[in-house]
């Protein structure tokens, strides 16, 4: 959880007054970014976070913690990876895209996006059911004896 300092956005003389972002929100933007880079299986949570998930709610910014240093901004992103892919590739793509994102969206740079992978999951192999391991064979048997009686009568 960021701080609960707000952030001052840019500044400058034609404006009316100042802006301020919450780094909660920061939390919330990149927290849904990096859920949109491929291989990306899930962000880790706390137990309040699972408590949440658990009554329906949604914490976008869950797996996001934002360090904020004077003008520095530092981001540690957790998170699950799907079995398979490339951790260097992925990691580099997260990296780049939540830079891009928070620049897009508040002006903001971040100094650091450090990326923390705390497991990988594994494809969920469909279960067999014994007793389709000779439906096939049975219901030809059953077309071949109908087929048999029909031709008889």
């Given at each position: 959880m960021a701080e609960e300092q707000n952030i001052l956005l840019t500044q400058s003389d034609t404006q009316a007054g100042t802006i301020q972002i919450a780094p909660q929100v920061l939390e919330v933007i990149l927290g849904i970014?990096?859920?949109?880079?491929?291989?990306?299986?899930?962000?880790?949570?706390?137990?309040t976070n699972n408590i949440?998930?658990?009554?329906?709610?949604?914490?976008?910014?869950?797996?996001?913690?934002?360090?904020?240093?004077?003008?520095?901004?530092n981001a540690d992103v957790y998170v699950y990876?799907?079995?398979?892919?490339?951790?260097?590739?992925?990691?580099l793509a997260m990296q780049e895209l939540l830079k891009e994102q928070l620049y897009y969206m508040t002006d903001l740079q971040l100094n650091e996006v450090n990326i923390h992978v705390d497991g990988i999951?594994?494809?969920?192999?469909?279960?067999?059911?014994?007793?389709?391991?000779?439906?096939?064979?049975?219901?030809?048997q059953k077309n071949q004896k109908?087929?048999?009686q029909t031709a008889g009568e």
């Open positions: 970014a990096a859920k949109q880079v491929d291989g990306v299986f899930e962000m880790r949570g706390h137990l949440k998930s658990l009554l329906g709610r949604q914490d976008h910014g869950r797996g996001v913690e934002l360090s904020v240093e004077g003008n520095q901004i990876l799907n079995y398979g892919v490339s951790v260097p590739k992925v990691a999951i594994p494809e969920k192999a469909e279960k067999i059911d014994p007793s389709t391991f000779f439906a096939d064979a049975i219901n030809d109908a087929a048999e």
